[in-house]
């Protein structure tokens, strides 16, 4: 649950320890996509109206990605801003892990997949466990956008870790057990 805190202080961390850095990747955004927060909520109801007539329940969830974020992996990757494709991400969170291939069907059908940007973490997990789909495409807009697509069960364990898996698949509340 330490997420929202830990990008606040990256960001805020970035600004004084490296503040023109900070500063050439935010104007980078402000050039490029102008961080327009109504298109992650057209992308969302784009995306929530196929699903809904498709008759899938589901989760959706929107982010932009922070200039620490980007500023990382420009540094870490050795990438130019141009390489950076997943400034939006979307996040599907389904059921069971047929809904998450067939969601991404319908994404791969309603937009353009940019080709070598999809990986399967479902069938290939990470070393540490984590499992999800992602792909990058472009959207109605030309603005090219990540979608991950997972299980609850996924999500939970990628948001809180292992501990929370464990509560999750024991169905324990947020309080203590006794």
Request: hydrophobic share 35%.
């Amino acid at each position: 649950g330490m997420q929202r805190i830990k990008l606040e202080l990256e960001n805020l961390s970035l600004q004084f320890l490296d503040p023109i850095g900070y500063e050439e990747v935010q104007n980078d955004i402000q050039k490029k996509y102008g961080i327009n927060q109504n298109f992650i909520e057209n992308l969302k109801q784009y995306i929530s109206d196929e699903l809904d007539r498709h008759e899938i329940p589901f989760e959706l969830k929107g982010r932009v990605k922070t200039v620490y974020s980007i500023y990382r992996k420009m540094f870490m990757q050795n990438r130019a801003f141009d390489e950076i494709y997943d400034v939006y991400a979307v996040r599907i969170i389904l059921d069971t892990v047929a809904e998450c291939y067939n969601a991404l069907g319908l994404i791969h059908d309603m937009y353009h997949p940019i080709p070598n940007r999809f990986k399967d973490y479902i069938s290939t997990p990470k070393p540490n466990g984590y499992r999800s789909l992602h792909t990058t495409v472009i959207g109605h807009e030309g603005i090219p956008f990540e979608v991950q697509i997972r299980t609850r069960e996924m999500d939970e364990m990628a948001e809180y870790g292992v501990a929370a898996h464990w509560k999750y698949k024991e169905g324990l509340s947020g309080s203590r057990a006794k």
